[in-house]
């Protein structure tokens, strides 16, 4: 657990060369200051991206009692994913005992990610829950720029400078990996999700630094990406086949993909876990529902979903609140498919 401080008062002062009284003075717009050392502490000022507190006082006092969770995916997947609905059940639970509205919002075009900088410009919520983060997007620096409180499910980069918390994902897939070579299976591909996802890079990094640990040489035919969808694990799956017919296990990082997996490898007559072993990532219900049931490696998601929403509400009560980048430890739960 880390994270960077927030600059106070005390960090512009040093900035600035200057005493704190000098800064509050500035800010609070007194005349008892040159014009060398106004200048010098908004410089300063700018430079850290440094909220006063008397900006974050009238933040406070003008507060909605609402945040916005933010995933910008498409409703049909908003639905067929249990992550979602997971974290989702997770951030309620933390909310229910205070007086803090949730609105939850999707954004799915530019059109609705514009409306959402409108929202937040007007300050009609007191901070953002972003879920599902893509390295690109440019929604979270938007947030940070404007200066509004935003916690991530997730992360855009091993170097986000926003507080966040995620799963172990790189170990939670050197876990499934070590199982399967312990189960005498040496050929295992993997499907991944989106590789403009950190999620993505580091289930796969995981899966990678495995088989070397183990000798095992990483070509690029064992890696096919998808789209965290199961049809998008089943055309993976088909991927697969045609380029490692060979192939005797797969860790597919998400429960929804292995889903999809499993049906295209009944669909080719391979037998599971006899041919092929599966192993998923998530520990959702499908895990508990595929034929066979499916070893997948369990991530805290609803402690996510708490764990972000409370981050948020600190540091919606305290804008000098230090950021917090917290990583929850996975495990695997070993079922018939491996």
């Known amino acids: 657990m880390g994270g960077r401080q927030r600059p106070t008062i005390k960090t512009v002062a040093a900035r600035a060369g200057v005493g704190r009284t000098t800064v509050s003075r500035v ?25 006063p507190n008397s900006v974050a006082r009238g933040l406070v006092t003008s507060r909605t009692n609402s ?17 979602f609905s997971a974290v989702i059940r997770g951030v309620s639970t933390a909310l229910a005992t205070t007086r803090t509205q949730l609105q939850l919002v999707l954004v799915r075009d530019q059109a609705e990610r514009d409306q959402l900088t409108e929202s937040v410009a007007e300050r009609r919520v007191d901070g953002v829950l972003l ?21 991530l499910a997730g992360r855009r980069s091993p170097a986000e400078s926003l507080s966040h918390v995620h799963s172990d994902n ?13 189960r005498g299976r040496r050929t295992i591909a993997t499907i991944t999700g989106p590789l403009d996802m950190d999620v993505s890079r580091s289930r796969l990094q995981g899966w990678r630094e495995a088989l070397e640990r183990a000798g095992h040489e990483v070509t690029d035919r064992l890696v096919v990406p998808a789209d965290f969808t199961e049809e998008g694990g089943e055309t993976a799956m088909r991927t697969l086949l045609g380029q490692v017919p060979g192939l005797d296990a797969v860790f597919v990082a998400s429960d929804v993909m292995a889903a999809g997996a499993l049906a295209e490898l009944r ?27 499916l070893t997948s490696v369990r991530q805290p998601v609803e402690e996510i979903g708490s764990m972000i929403a409370g981050i948020l509400l600190k540091e919606i ?16 739960v070993v079922r018939e498919s491996s």
């Open 267 to 293: 669909r080719q007559k391979r037998r599971v876990p006899d041919d092929v072993a599966v192993v998923g990532f998530d520990d959702s219900m499908f895990a508990r529902h595929t034929n066979p049931p």
């Open 67 to 83: 945040v916005a969770l933010v995933i910008p995916e498409s409703a049909s997947r908003l639905g067929s994913e249990p992550y």
């Open 27 to 51: 800010v609070n717009g007194s005349e008892l200051v040159s014009e060398q050392a106004r200048a010098a502490v908004l410089a300063a000022i700018a430079e850290l991206k440094y909220v």
């Open 170 to 182: 790189a170990g939670g897939a050197a876990a499934a990996v070590g199982h399967l070579l312990a």
């Open 131 to 151: 879920v599902s983060v893509h390295e690109h997007d440019p929604l979270p620096g938007l947030l940070e720029e404007m200066g509004l409180p935003t916690v």
């Open 317 to 332: 009560g305290d804008p000098e609140e230090p950021r917090r980048h917290v990583v929850l430890p996975t495990e695997l």
